[in-house]
């Protein structure tokens, strides 16, 4: 881990063997679900997905460095293992993706993954990136005036880290001090732009500078060092000293979304040189090098996740698309001839 500016708390314990395995559970049944729902866009089902397939490790160890019980969470489209780690169902994410009758996020009126989440205190996943991070200040801001001890999480990637509201929102949360936590995947591409076409610096996690707070480099796909790096976040965070940026690096195994050909700009040695970033590998061979997985565990929680899939698929696929009778629910029209 590289801290820009602080250095890293040797504090921060590691997760147990035990709990890095269940990480690696989610990581797995992320990746299938992800896979799943690409197979389902292929056959015309899903109209369009974009993947964390990649992303995994970063998301998972983010999520476990923090607490869901009173902690919140902005998330972007990209983030099925973060969801997956917050409790959401497979059977939920999928009824977006299908876009059917019961769908929790959007009643099958928005983009899959976009809308909110309830259950879960989800809200505010959209494609129009970089909002979500305004909105994560405010949300700290009010956890602060009420004196809570919350903190904020927010995900996005590099290319929304370019937007004005990025840079609104760490102005804003350096100034007051907020307890928010900055979550860059950097995946180097925002769909077709390089990194190098999409800023003049190296790391992103150097902008933290501008707005006095510490920004923290770290690889993505090494879920200890993400939650070592969260961790300390947090724990700033919880001591009302103020935001960090933490910019994971991570590899965008497929295209940005479904919709997508990445042959078209990525060279071949960039795609080649891919699987060796993919994060269900590493973890899994840092886990059997750490004599915490065997050969026979690791497909059993193989096995397992494809087998959810399959259920979960199954009952949804099964499931009713929302009736023409409630086209005007959740909208403030009104249908011709009614009030
Ligand atoms: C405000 C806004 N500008 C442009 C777009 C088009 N757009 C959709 S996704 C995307 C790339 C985002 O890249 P990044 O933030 O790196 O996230 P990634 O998809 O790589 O995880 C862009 C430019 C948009 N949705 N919203």
């Given at each position: ?7 890293p ?19 797995v ?5 992800d896979?799943?729902?690409w197979?389902l866009?292929?056959?015309g089902?899903?109209a369009i997905?974009?993947?964390a ?7 998972v160890a983010?999520v476990e ?15 099925f293992?973060?969801m ?10 999928l ?12 009643a099958a009126?928005?983009f ?16 129009v990136?970089?909002?979500?991070l305004?909105?994560?200040?405010g949300?700290a801001?009010a ?5 809570l001890d ?9 290319g929304?880290?370019s ?35 999409q800023?003049?610096?190296e ?20 879920i200890v060092?993400?939650y070592?790096a969260t961790?300390a976040a ?7 000293q103020?935001?960090?940026l933490i ?5 965008r195994l497929l295209p940005?979304?479904?919709d ?6 990525r060279?071949?040695?960039?795609i080649?040189?891919?699987?060796e970033r993919?994060?269900i ?14 050969e ?20 949804v ?13 959740h ?9």
């Amino acid at each position: 881990m590289k801290a820009t500016t602080d250095e890293p708390d040797q504090t921060i314990q590691q997760p147990s063997g035990e709990r890095m395995v269940e990480l690696y559970r989610i990581m797995v049944l992320s990746r299938y679900l992800d896979e799943r729902v690409w197979l389902l866009n292929r056959q015309g089902k899903a109209a369009i997905a974009a993947s964390a397939q990649g992303h995994e490790a970063a998301q998972v160890a983010c999520v476990e460095a923090t607490d869901p019980s009173k902690d919140h969470y902005l998330t972007y489209y990209r983030q099925f293992t973060a969801m997956i780690a917050l409790n959401t169902e497979p059977e939920e994410m999928l009824r977006g993706f299908l876009a059917k009758a019961d769908d929790p996020m959007s009643a099958a009126r928005q983009f899959p993954l976009h809308g909110a989440h309830p259950r879960v205190d989800l809200f505010n996943f959209s494609n129009v990136i970089a909002t979500q991070l305004p909105q994560a200040a405010g949300v700290a801001l009010a956890d602060k005036l009420r004196g809570l001890d919350a903190v904020t999480v927010v995900f996005f990637g590099d290319g929304a880290s370019s937007q004005g509201d990025t840079h609104e929102a760490m102005n804003f949360a350096g100034i007051h001090k907020l307890p928010v936590v900055f979550f860059c995947e950097n995946n180097r591409y925002a769909i077709s732009v390089p990194l190098d076409k999409q800023m003049g610096i190296e790391s992103i996690a150097t902008r933290a500078a501008s707005y006095g707070f510490p920004g923290v480099q770290v690889d993505g796909t090494d879920i200890v060092a993400v939650y070592e790096a969260t961790s300390a976040a947090v724990k700033r965070a919880r001591a009302g000293q103020g935001p960090t940026l933490i910019e994971a690096s991570v590899e965008r195994l497929l295209p940005h979304t479904t919709d997508d050909d990445h042959t078209r700009y990525r060279s071949t040695e960039d795609i080649a040189q891919m699987p060796e970033r993919d994060p269900i590998r590493i973890v899994s061979a840092m886990l059997r090098r750490r004599n915490l997985l065997s050969e026979s565990q690791d497909e059993a929680i193989h096995n397992s996740a494809k087998e959810r899939v399959n259920v979960a698929t199954d009952i949804v696929d099964a499931e009713p698309y929302p009736g023409v009778e409630t086209m005007f629910d959740h909208t403030d029209v009104a249908p011709r001839g009614r009030n």
